[in-house]
Structures are given as C-alpha cells and as structure tokens.
C-alpha cells in the first residue's frame, strides 16, 4: 500500500508537498516542481515562504498557522511567485499530520493552479460590469443630445439675432461653446456604449498609421522616440475610417502622458490568428484570422488596481482638467462595437502595451461574368433584384455591376414602374436596391410596399445623403439596409453579399 500511495502522489496533477512542524518543505511531487518553477532539490529544507509574492497580510497567515496548530485543516486561496517572477493563485488545502502519540509531526498541502479560472471569472464579471455600463451610458447620451439640440439651437438663434447686444452675445456664445463641447463629450460615450452611427469601409492598417505618422510624432515631442513596426503582409479589416483613428489618437495621448520623462512609444501590426489556447484565456475571444494593432510605450505602467479600472467611463488617474476619463472608455466601444478584441499588459515601472485584434476582412469571391473555364460561378447567380435609380448613369453602371455578380436585374427610374415590374414578376424577388430619395414616392414608403407583396426580400436604400441626415421615420425593419453615395463596385457587392447571407 505505500509503495502504491507513493506512485499515485508522484503521479497526481495536483501539487503535494509536505512540511515538518517548523514548516521546512520535506518532499514534493512532480506537479509541485511545473506549479512553482522550482525542482524539488531547490526547495528541500526551505520554507514555503520563498514563493510568496507579498499578497497575504500578517493576519491572514496567523489566522492559518492559529488554525493547523490546533489540529484542524486549512483551505484557501494563495497568490504566489514562481521561480520565474510571475505571479500564480493557488487553491490549496493544508492538513495537519498526526504521529501515534497524537501530536502534530507534519503538514500535508495539496494545491492546485487556479489562475486561469481565476482570470476567466475576472473577466466574466469585467464583462457584465462594462455591459451594463455601457447600456447606462447610452441612455444618458441619447437623453443629454436631446437636451443639447435644445441648448445649442437656441443660443444659435440668438447668436443669428442681430438685434442682440454685445454683451449677450458674448455669454451666448459662452452657453454655445460650452454646448459644442458637451457634444463632443457624449461622442465618446456613445462610442463607448457602441451607439454611435458610423460608416465602415475595408481599411490597411499600415496605411492609416503612416498617414497619422507626422500628427503622432507632433503629439509625442521631441523627447520621445517613435517607432513603427508595421507587417508587410497586414491583413485588411473593415471599420470606420475615423474610429480607427480614434482609437489610435486615444492610445498615442495616454502612451505620452505616461512618459512625462520621456521614453519610446511602439506601433507594430502583425497577423494573428486565434486558436483554441488563447480562446479558453479570452472570455468573449472568437476563433479566426486578425490583424492586431500593439502600442506599446516605455512608461510608468499602472497598479493593479488602476488596470481594473481603466476602460470605465469617467475613470482617470490624471489631474482635474487634465483628462476627461473617456479616452480609453470610447476606445473599448469602438473595438468592441466593430467583433474585435482588446487586451493590455502593464507594471508599475515597466511600461503598458495595448493589443488590438480586429477581424480579418474577406473579401468576397466576385467572380467572373462568362468566365469561359466554366470554374467560377458568379456569386449572385439565380438571384433577382429590382433596381431603381433616377439618374440614368448611376442606374446603368449599377446594372452592369449587378449583372456581371450573377443578378437578373429588373431596373426602373422611378417607384410606378418598379411597382408594376414587380407586379409581373412571377419569380420571388430577393433584393430590392433603390435610392431613398427617388421620384414620386419616398424609398422608405415604397420599399414597405414591396416588402408586402415580397416578404421574403431584402432592401438596400442609397442615398448621397448620411442614414443620420436623411431622418428616416421610425425604425427599419431588419429587411431594411443603407449605403451611403459614393460607393465603388466591391463595397456595393460586399455590402448586398451582407445582407443576402442574412437572409440565408
């Protein structure tokens, strides 16, 4: 029986490790040696304490050894160092051993590495903090835009008032600016409540951080050096032009505000694909193909309670006036809002380095209108689409474009037509492309009219004007999609390729 309870214990995942009373480690397992970094030869005779990292308090170690000194078992958590500096929590359970006198002659510990449970569940609670967060910043935001259009448009009125002394239009103007810049502070928290209307087109990440190089190295001065370290191979990803910027900007401050001194301030691009591992370490992580985006500076680092705080909106560790605390709050939103992910590293005195995956952009297969080797098969091949376009140049080239996808293409200049085209139409129609402000009959209207003869469809409204700025009545439906004027061939049919996959 020992020789099998030996085996078993030199076996066990779990670390076994045993101490004589004054607590000298006398054996360990294997499991102990891959737990702490350290081989059993270096740890024989040594107390447990060299893996501490300085977490517990005097009282928490009293209120242990008061317990196993009088006969009873112990069971909690440690957060140890192993041999290579970082830190690791321990679930551990510590029984005191009797000899057959009964007194006390050693104590058995079996601990068990809990750091991964430890950080998914940090990160499960992180995840519904900002959620909820971010639900009550949006209906603070969309309350107080509703409040300043009320604000800014009356003070614009009074500043066009020329019958207003000088004296009140100078605190008018005061009431507007402040107005404008309340504005500007609920932009970012729309962004980070993932509220905010935008506008993505298929982007190289490396060409936007060589545009937005010589503001960056304005920003960062003279005694911080820049450099730049970009994948020539960066995959694409499809976001808004000026979040992307925006992320950017916000990273670039706070990496210059941490260097006060001076230091180095990196971007670096590099394709990254996420796999099983780094999924079961990421709550919320999707397997596939990312670009990540790193900014990494020199700097002071943050404290580990800074850092469970740092994407919060309002949260900041800079001076009044200095910083408004939504900075890296509208920076989560913007990933978060456009399926990417986010994570940082940081010590005190070690600097911070932020990590960005966005999804990789795959671009659809267009194929090739009478590709004679008969092996490519235009995307859209069998589907029908009504097209309605007031201008005859746009309506052609759309045509062509929808008829070198695949499409059989029924077009009409103006909302009658189109109606009876679809009247006659025998086939089920799968998409409707139509521009909003179309002859005779609002896109929106008409487009409920062919919705109710043609559930089944989808609509694609177009317009020169922004989705904001067109005001479109009520809500639309989830049948019911925009793109904004201009737009070139592969946006075009990316964007339908979109909308038809939802309609599986």
């Known amino acids: 029986m020992p020789r099998l309870l030996q085996s078993a214990i030199l076996t066990a995942r779990e670390a076994v490790f045993l101490t004589d009373r004054q607590g000298l480690i006398c054996f360990a397992n294997p499991a102990f040696e891959k737990l702490s970094g350290y081989t059993v030869a270096e740890v024989l005779g040594k107390n447990p304490r060299l893996l501490g990292s300085g977490s517990q308090t005097k009282a928490f170690y009293r209120e242990l050894w008061d317990r196993l000194a009088n006969g009873k078992s112990w069971q909690g958590e440690f957060i ?8 690791y929590t321990q679930d551990t359970s510590i029984s005191p051993v009797f000899d057959p006198a009964g007194g006390i002659s050693h104590f058995l510990a079996i601990a068990t590495d809990i750091s991964n449970e430890k950080n998914i569940e940090e990160q499960f609670f992180q995840g519904l903090k900002m959620d909820s967060l971010g639900r009550l910043a949006g209906g603070i935001a969309h309350d107080f835009n509703n409040l300043l259009t009320i604000i800014n448009g009356y003070a614009e009125m009074l500043l066009a008032d020329s019958s207003s002394s000088g004296r009140v239009r100078e605190n008018v103007q005061c009431i507007y600016n402040a107005g404008e810049k309340a504005a500007r502070l609920i932009s970012h928290i729309l962004a980070f409540s993932r509220k905010q209307i935008i506008y993505p087109r298929v982007l190289n990440v490396n ?9 960056i190295r304005g920003i960062l001065g003279e005694n911080i050096a820049l450099q730049i370290d970009l994948a020539a191979d960066a995959a694409p990803i499809r976001i808004d032009y000026a979040q992307l910027e925006q992320v950017i900007m916000n990273l670039v401050v706070n990496a210059r505000d941490a260097m006060p001194s001076g230091g180095r301030l990196m971007l670096a691009s590099v ?7 780094f999924v079961g370490h990421h709550l919320g992580a999707k397997k596939g193909a990312y670009l990540r985006l790193e900014i990494s500076d020199s700097g002071r680092g943050m404290a580990l309670e800074v850092q469970q705080h ?3 909106p309002f949260f900041t560790t800079k001076r009044l006036g200095e910083g408004s605390g939504l900075g890296l709050a509208s ?16 010590e005190p005195g070690q600097g911070t380095r932020f990590s960005i ?6 671009y659809l297969d267009l194929g090739e209108a009478g590709d004679k080797s008969g092996e490519k098969k235009p995307p859209f091949a069998g589907r029908t689409v009504l097209l309605i376009e007031a201008d005859d140049t746009v309506r052609k080239l759309t045509e062509k474009v929808m008829l070198a996808a ?3 293409v029924m077009e009409s200049v103006n909302w ?3 109606l009876r085209l679809v009247k006659e139409n025998r086939h089920p129609l799968d998409l409707l492309v139509a521009d909003v402000l179309a002859p005779e009959m609002p896109g929106w209207a008409a487009a409920e009219k062919i919705l109710a003869a043609h559930p089944e469809a989808r609509v694609l409204l177009t317009s020169g004007y922004s989705e904001k700025r067109l005001l479109l009545p009520g809500k639309p439906g989830q049948n019911i999609h925009f793109i904004c004027k201009p737009y070139n061939r592969q946006e075009l049919l990316e964007k339908i390729g979109e909308i038809l996959d939802k309609k599986g």
């Open 331 to 346: 920076v989560y939103g913007i990933v978060k809002q456009n399926r990417g992910y986010i994570t940082f590293d940081s």
């Open 406 to 408: 695949g499409f059989q």
């Open 207 to 215: 060409g936007v951080v060589r545009e937005l190089q010589q503001m």
């Open 80 to 87: 140890n160092r192993n041999k290579n500096g970082c830190l």
């Open 357 to 362: 995956y966005f999804p990789k952009h795959e």
């Open 271 to 277: 394709n990254f694909r996420m796999d099983d591992d």
């Open 416 to 418: 009658p037509l189109a």
């Open 310 to 312: 740092i994407f919060e």
